[in-house]
T-cell receptor, first 114, second 115 residues
């Protein structure tokens, strides 16, 4: 059972570089989320999607972009990486967030911007 | 937007004892869901327990139970008979039923179970 798969697991970026964090789920979930977790802190919502073609900003969207062209995939794009984006990034999905269904999380991507 | 507050950054408990983690939230919605998630050192987020706001009865899952006080907007987690494997970060989370479908988390409480 794959669940939520995030790639890569680790990445080091130089300031100003760009990259895409991949997230895929095979549970036919409608809702997908991207969070960042800074050391010793909670999860901050970056973007979320309630279905293919629909995305919306969370608490900390600046410096990021997302797309949701299919139900399965929800990539997160970092443009012009900055040291402030050093964090662990989690992707999550749930069948129907508004009905309080359980969210399943990927293993996280540890990103360091130097 | 809704906010979730966990006021205890760190807690510790002796093995086999009981510990309560606090969570408060702010929302204008009447229908919503609350969760406690556990994050062990492996970083994998695991659902511990879930509460539906329109249900008066507090949720329980084996050694884990909640004290849900809707009027006070309080949602605490009680862990009974604590085990070493309970050592982890615990996050309280909120999602609205109709609006605010973005799931928000508190800052977390680091729980250490001591032998």
């Amino acid at each position: 059972n794959a669940g939520v798969t995030q790639t890569p697991k680790f990445r080091i970026l130089k300031i100003g570089q760009s990259m895409t964090l991949q997230c895929a789920q095979d549970m036919n979930h409608n809702y997908m989320y991207w969070y960042r977790q800074d050391p010793g802190m909670g999860l901050k919502l970056i973007y979320y999607s309630v279905g293919a073609g629909i995305t919306d900003k969370g608490e900390v969207p600046n410096g990021y972009n997302v797309s949701r062209s299919t139900t399965e995939d929800f990539p997160l794009r970092l443009e012009l990486a900055a040291p402030s984006q050093t964090s662990v990034y989690f992707c999550a999905s749930s069948y129907e967030g508004g009905r309080g269904t359980e969210a399943f999380f990927g293993q996280g991507t540890r990103l360091t911007v130097v | 937007a809704q906010t979730v507050t966990q006021s205890q950054p760190e807690m510790s408990v002796q093995e086999a004892e009981t510990v309560t983690l606090s969570c408060t939230y702010d929302t204008s919605e009447n229908n919503y869901y609350l969760f406690w998630y556990k994050q062990p050192p492996s970083r994998q987020m695991i659902l511990v327990i879930r509460q539906e706001a329109y249900k008066q009865q507090n949720a329980t899952e084996n050694r884990f139970s909640v004290n849900f006080q809707k009027a006070a907007k309080s949602f605490s987690l009680k862990i009974s008979d604590s085990q070493l494997g309970d050592t982890a970060m615990y996050f309280c989370a909120f999602i609205g039923r109709y609006n605010n479908n973005d799931m928000r988390f508190g800052a977390g409480t680091r729980l250490t179970v001591k032998p």
